[in-house]
């Protein structure tokens, strides 16, 4: 349980610090897509817990001690980051998603099999690739459909504007 505790802080504290060199414009921009897909992903977690598809080897159930730092630390702030530096490439995206899921996946979650903190059970790692991955999807979407209303917006604001001069 220590072990798990000191991973959490050092988690989601390192990811937070991270938003210092994402920038306000930034943080502003993507949160928003990020939140809801960090939502998403809460909801995905009560499935998972639900079906067992993996524990953790504290006492207790508890998504804020267990699953609840890994949403608002990495999933929350890599998901800001990954929209800061691909979005508008979807190709790119995909591909750092799939490669930063597949870390998460494969390599992560065997280090975290291996100092006790979690450990799948009635999934593989390549499932537990597949949870994280299909997400991806509906980021860019949802931060599509966000900049499409935003650029409408200011367009009509714009809109506006000239009508009242020309008034």
Do not use: C
Not at 99 to 114: N, T, W
Not at 123 to 137: C, E, G, M, T, V
Request: proline share 2%; charged share 15%; net charge positive.
């Amino acid at each position: 349980m220590k072990n798990q505790w000191l991973v959490n802080i050092a988690m989601v504290l390192i990811s937070w610090l991270t938003l210092f060199f994402l920038g306000r414009r930034n943080i502003k921009k993507f949160l928003p897509a990020a939140i809801l897909v960090g939502l998403l992903e809460a909801w995905n977690v009560q499935i998972g817990k639900k079906r067992k598809w993996w524990v953790f080897y504290n006492k207790g159930n508890s998504y804020i001690a267990n699953e609840f730092p890994f949403n608002i630390g990495p999933f929350l702030i890599g998901t800001m980051w990954i929209l800061k530096w691909t979005y508008g490439d979807f190709k790119k995206f995909i591909l750092l998603n799939a490669v930063v899921d597949g870390f998460f996946a494969f390599i992560l979650m065997s280090v975290m099999e291996k100092l006790k903190i979690a450990q799948l059970v009635r999934i593989n790692h390549f499932q537990f690739f597949l949870y994280f991955f299909y997400k991806a999807f509906f980021l860019y979407g949802i931060q599509y459909l966000l900049e499409k209303k935003i650029n409408l917006v200011y367009s009509l604001k714009r809109l506006k504007s000239i009508f009242t001069l020309l008034k």
